[in-house]
């Protein structure tokens, strides 16, 4: 169990919809990253969060967007879902903003239909 | 454009075996690599390595980076079924200056050990 949870862990939707996906870092951790997983794209970073900034931004669709909170929990938006989006989602976290290991989350798995 | 290829894709070898995973690399910036263990869902930490020529070691498990030739491998020794997994390697480039970073995620090596 590495500390850092995700809910939901699996949800399934309709294509069109509005999901959020949320996030909370281990203990002490500043940095939330984001990151999907789907068969035919492999791990591809979406957004990194340190200490409630925006810090990088990746192949995140304009669709999508995040935040992260006064508490450093931070939430993931998807919007407009299309078939395609269907993917496991997982957030990761580290004590820094930079240079050091990133721990991951269980994952939410989206299914869109 | 960055670019992480992992080999072999996948392979199997039996109890006891010990096999040695490969990954390169083309990073800007390059900081970092960190290796992940998956199974089923989430990638679990293995090392990460910043040196050239320094072994990490963890158990069986072990792994070293090139950062002139841009490799790294990972070796494990007298495999175990609970070995079996997705094996990641993600480099890590600094970015804006040093204030923020990311994976890039090779596709991985599926193992595959076999009693």
């Known amino acids: 169990d590495s500390g850092v949870t995700q809910t939901p862990k699996h949800l399934i939707t309709a294509t069109g919809q509005r999901v959020t996906l949320r996030c909370s870092p281990r203990s002490g951790d500043l940095s939330v990253y984001w990151y999907q997983q789907s068969l035919d794209q492999g791990l591809q970073f979406l957004i990194h969060?340190?200490?409630?900034?925006?810090?990088a931004k990746g192949n995140i669709l304009e669709r999508f967007s995040a935040q992260q909170f006064p508490d450093l929990h931070s939430e993931l938006n998807l919007s407009s879902l299309e078939l395609g989006d269907s993917a496991l989602y997982f957030c990761?976290?580290?004590?820094?903003?930079?240079?050091?290991?990133?721990?991951f989350g269980p994952g939410t798995r989206l299914t869109v239909l | 454009e960055d670019k992480v290829v992992q080999s072999p894709l996948s392979l199997v070898v039996h109890e006891g075996d010990t096999v040695t995973l490969n990954c390169s690399y083309e990073?800007?910036?390059?900081?970092?690599l960190l290796w992940y263990k998956q199974e089923k869902k989430a990638p679990t930490f293995l090392f990460m390595l910043t040196s050239s020529g320094i072994e990490k070691k963890s158990g069986r498990l072990s792994s070293i980076l090139d950062k002139k030739e841009l490799f790294s491998i990972l070796n494990i020794t007298a495999t175990q079924t609970g070995d079996s997994a997705v094996y990641l390697c993600a480099p890590s480039p600094a970015l804006h200056g040093g204030a923020t970073n990311k994976l890039i995620f090779g596709t991985g090596t599926l193992l595959a050990v076999q009693p």
């Open positions: 969060y340190y200490n409630g900034e925006e810090r």
């Open positions: 990073v800007t910036n390059f900081r970092s």
């Open positions: 990761a976290s580290s004590l820094l903003s930079s240079g050091d290991t990133q721990y």
